[in-house]
DNA sequence: TTTTGAGTTGTTCGA
DNA sequence: GTCGAACAACTCAAA
């Protein structure tokens, strides 16, 4: 067993516990060296957007403070990854590389190369999965085919979950110690310029500790009812492990273990809904690796045929939450404000922007891409693609959902709409997801001007829907 | 190869 | 107000 110093390359995978790179390091005698290279260029189109950058830049804080109190230095570079990864295998003498994988399709790509190049000059490369329960390839139909329905596909899934307890973190950590050259944190510049991220800090705790608390909260207090409670936006009734299993803060792996360990009946209605949300997860990197191309284009090739809307104003009335439709409009808002959007309303911003505007879904995901601090590629495309009907299990082309009706039955009260919407914080819960059609009485001593305070909506939901069924139907054989 | 059962999250209409 | 049926085939996955 060699004695050289090892890299362990960290990406998506910002966490010391369940981290089976590190492990695969601290296995050989060598020192470990852990390294965070930023190259945004080579992810393309999908590079971390501002919100993203924010998290990473308090992500990758926390876990360079996690590894002072191991006396560990985390070493920063730019990219290009593969002239970074060679300078520091020259400086360091170091003879391994180890990393957790990912799964999109670039990202896929040019680590295989990566594994090439090292390979050929007498490197170890090694990459572990560290970020799925099941990895793509693990899972396939009786035809060997990859999965296009969730419901099977998890059925087949949860049978090769293992029930290995995931890896502890490291107590102490050997090193080298020199004074290798790190770009600070700093210079990466992932803050904002202009202090967009004030509501952030309040929301949310990037790393590690972060995450854990999150799913203590969780376990705690949230998940037997989850099943109800996560369908209201107003109360905290969701995880909020999205961004944190996003950058790999907790593994998934983490999670179920968790769960076990508190006893909790896994079969039970609350923690089996929540294995099913970790399962979409799954679902969605499986389908994501097997159709490369569904970021871009449609699963259901048909829907290349279908007739979407080019329209600025309105695409920019949705992303600014000017649509007139409060329950829209609070969710557009929350996600400027925080990052973050309840699942509920995300479902109903993207049948909105889909059905009733009835604009490409790519402009919904990009701009989810651009302002959600928990933006995955899997996750994204496999939401955006569902909701507006063209992809991998796909919501029935006749489910339009009515933004009126999903506000009076999931925010009841009203809780969330004042949240978001102030400007309607004094109209009566009678009227509150539907203000156009208050007597004007009522909008008075609300103190609300449609049109001046608040949008009147800018499409009828009945004409909106019945034009969206007709564009359906142009498509069908 | 053919057949069969089933499919995250909804809405509207009419009784 | 409540409830069940219709919405429309289609495709997937397994038997």
Not at 170 to 185: A, D, G, I, Q
Not at 421 to 445: G, M, R, Y
Not at 448 to 471: F, K, N, Q, S, W
Request: overall charge negative; glycine content about 6%.
């Amino acid at each position: 067993m060699s004695t050289a110093p090892s890299l362990v390359w960290f990406r998506h995978d910002l966490r010391l516990a369940d981290q089976p790179a590190l492990q695969a390091a601290m296995d050989r005698s060598g020192p470990v060296i852990p390294v965070y290279i930023w190259a945004p260029e080579e992810e393309e189109d999908w590079a971390p957007a501002s919100c993203s950058r924010w998290w990473l830049h308090h992500s990758l804080d926390a876990l360079s403070q996690r590894l002072e109190l191991l006396g560990v230095r985390l070493i920063i570079r730019r990219g290009p990854t593969e002239v970074a990864l060679s300078d520091l295998i020259r400086e360091t003498g170091a003879d391994a590389v180890f990393w957790t994988r990912r799964y999109e399709p670039e990202v896929i790509e040019r680590d295989k190369q990566l594994k090439q190049l090292l390979k050929s000059q007498e490197i170890e490369a090694c990459s572990f999965n560290g970020a799925l329960l099941v990895e793509p390839w693990e899972v396939a139909t009786q035809q060997g085919k990859p999965y296009q329905v969730f419901t099977p596909y998890w059925k087949a899934a949860q049978e090769k979950l293992s029930g290995d307890e995931p890896l502890a973190a490291p107590e102490r950590l050997k090193t080298l110690n020199n004074s290798l050259e790190s770009v600070s944190l700093q210079e990466l510049n992932l803050l904002p310029t202009i202090p967009w991220d004030t509501a952030f800090h309040e929301q949310w705790m990037p790393g590690e500790t972060g995450a854990q608390a999150a799913l203590n909260r969780f376990l705690d207090e949230i998940v037997s009812d989850y099943k109800t409670e996560r369908d209201v936006p107003g109360r905290q009734g969701t995880s909020r492990l999205s961004p944190h299993l996003h950058f790999g803060e907790i593994s998934p792996r983490q999670i179920v273990q968790a769960m076990r360990a508190r006893k909790l009946n896994l079969s039970a209605i609350g923690p089996k809904t929540f294995l099913t949300e970790l399962g979409w997860r799954e679902f969605a990197h499986h389908v994501l690796y097997h159709f490369p191309k569904t970021p871009q284009e449609p699963l259901r090739a048909a829907f290349n045929e279908f007739p979407w809307n080019d329209d600025p104003t309105s695409l920019r009335a949705w992303q600014r939450g000017q649509t007139g439709y409060p329950i829209v409009d609070a969710g557009m808002r929350e996600l400027w404000a925080t990052g973050w959007m309840h699942n509920r309303v995300r479902m109903i911003v993207g049948s909105f922007l889909t059905k009733h505007l009835r604009l490409p879904w790519q402009a919904g995901a990009e701009w989810f891409w651009d302002t959600l601090v928990d933006a995955d590629l899997a996750n994204n495309t496999l939401g955006w693609q569902w909701i507006s009907g063209c992809g991998a299990d796909a919501a029935p082309y006749f489910r339009v959902f009515n933004p009126i009706l999903q506000g009076v039955k999931f925010d009841p009260d009203g809780t969330y709409v004042r949240r978001w919407c102030p400007e309607l914080a004094d109209v009566p819960d009678k009227w509150l997801h539907n203000p156009w059609e208050a007597p004007a009485s009522v909008l008075t001593q609300a103190r609300v001007r449609l049109g001046r305070d608040y949008p009147e909506p800018i499409v009828d939901h009945a004409t909106a829907r019945d034009a969206a069924l007709a564009a359906f139907a142009l498509i069908k054989k």
